[in-house]
């Protein structure tokens, strides 16, 4: 059984920092890219940032402007996201989610076909 | 980035009605358009991929449609379960960019 399951949520004040965890099982973690998904309280989903297999490829959402690192330790079949300086518009549950597809690349792909269940990120004073 | 506008943003409806959703890119994404749905307090749950492959264990009353830039969902006889909101995501370039989501209530 496929199982994603986020850590590290929490309050934070603007200007901060916070790293997301994601642990999976239940797959090949190296086959499959992997992707952040947020949403706001009350709002729609937003494509934060991908994650290639391998851990090569690397995409992330302009809106970010460079602020937020995405990477994969396959060794542990873990996914993070580094967040620095936090705004609070940051504000979101924040869901890993697993990138179904023709290949690890995380592109051209099948949609998210697995969720975790999100962890709360509120940035604010 | 491709824009994703879907139609309507809500709509209300009765069990065993019909209704369709609309998805519209703002450019090509041929068949890289994945439909989800979620309910409140959860994760988003893919639904159909590429347009019209009904994920495994979806029920049949699911439908999609569509290539290039117009897309539909159909749900062909609403059950209470069904009562949610709908996203479209295009997967055709990067960003993965979904629409703002159809909230659908019971009338």
């Known amino acids: 059984e496929v199982q994603l399951l986020e850590s590290g949520g929490g309050l934070v004040q603007p200007g901060g920092s916070l790293r997301l965890s994601c642990a999976a099982s239940?797959?090949?973690?190296?086959?499959?890219?992997l992707t952040w998904v947020r949403q706001a309280p009350g709002k729609g989903l937003e494509w934060v940032s991908s994650?290639?297999?391998?851990?090569?490829?690397?995409y992330y959402s302009d809106s970010l402007k460079g602020r937020f690192v995405i990477s994969r330790d396959n060794s542990k079949d873990l996914l993070y996201l580094q967040m620095n300086s936090l705004r609070p518009e940051d504000t979101a549950l924040y869901f890993c989610?697993?990138?179904?597809?023709?290949?690890?690349?995380?592109?051209?792909?099948?949609?998210?076909?697995?969720w975790g269940q999100g962890t709360l990120v509120t940035v604010s004073s | 980035d491709i824009q994703m506008t879907q139609s309507p943003s809500s709509l209300s409806a009765s069990v065993g009605d019909r209704v369709t959703i609309t998805c519209r890119a703002s450019?090509?994404?041929?068949?890289?358009l994945n439909w989800y749905q979620q309910k409140p307090g959860k994760a988003p749950k893919l639904l159909i991929y590429t347009s019209s492959v009904l994920r495994s264990g979806v029920p049949s009353r699911f439908t999609g449609s569509g290539s290039g830039t117009d897309f539909t969902l159909t749900i062909s006889s609403l059950q209470p379960e069904d009562f949610a909101t709908y996203y479209c995501?295009?997967?055709?370039?990067?960003?993965?960019?979904f629409g703002q989501g159809t909230r659908l209530e019971i009338k």
């Open positions: 994650i290639s297999g391998s851990g090569a490829g690397r």
């Open positions: 239940g797959f090949s973690f190296t086959d499959f890219a």
């Open positions: 995501q295009q997967t055709y370039s990067i960003p993965d960019t």
């Open positions: 989610a697993k990138v179904d597809g023709p290949d690890s690349s995380g592109l051209y792909s099948l949609g998210y076909d697995f």
């Open positions: 450019q090509s994404v041929y068949s890289y």
